[in-house]
């Protein structure tokens, strides 16, 4: 197959409110994957995925692994992947995206420290896996997509739990040192910058910061940032923010100004400046839409893309 083009894409999602994962189950996900998508994505939450049939490869950054039936795949947040089928045809796949942060928040037995260690391990690479290779990690996912379609009563306790056991499994999978050893292309490489944008978007981020997560100089993070992500540093940076700012105004009543502050702009008018330019209407306007133009958010750059639908 064709070696993919060094540019990704972002996909946002959303957990349905009440639900613990986003699951995109059943027949609809029999899919030509890759068919007319040129570039890898990324997305802001865990995505777990379970092929029941057909084959193809999985692409992680630049290492090119093949799926069949019966492969499983876990990718943490910010790593650039794709799937795609042999030529001409189809596959079945399922999905769910897990909130990662908060799982671990969640676990209570963990303090602080540990949970951020925990975080670390579990994203710093992807895998592709089959059962035979993992079989306790594939019933854990299989049991989850089992309960989140049949939601039987209970059934969000039962993911819980079955997601926290998950969890044990990825750590093992961690240990693994020859596991997680992934060739650093363009765009696996400012996996850190993405990552550090992420934990620290509310502060002053500058370009250096930046380059220093990804330990390269800061001319040579700026090219490979803007020849991967088809944007500029700073752009991503305010689109991370606006996000966040979209979120708060959905869901809080903050005003606009600590809206603002918390999504780190230095100011209201730069808060009301970054908003307009993505969205193409005011913070208010938004916040007052019975559709709150999310669409806007999730189609306002070639690389930030809306979840699959």
Known sequence: MAKQKEKVEFRY???????VVLALLGEDWIREYGKRIKYLHFHNLLEIGYCHWGSGEVVLGQEHIPFAEGSFLVVPPRLPHTTNCNLGTKAYWEWMYVDLDKLISDLQQYDSMVKKNMLKRIKRTGYLLTEKENSVLAKLILGIMEEAKSKKPYYSDSIRSLLGACVVEFLRLSDDEEKIMRSRSNTTMIAGALE??????MDEIKIGDLANACSVSESHFRRVFEDGMNMKPVDYINLIRIQNACELLKRTEKNMEEVAAVSGFASISAFNRNFRKEMKISPYQWKISSEN???RLLYCKISAQKGWD
């Open 13 to 19: 999602y959303e957990i349905p409110e009440g639900e």
């Open 196 to 201: 550090f944008v992420s934990n620290h978007y």
């Open 293 to 295: 133009y999310e669409s």
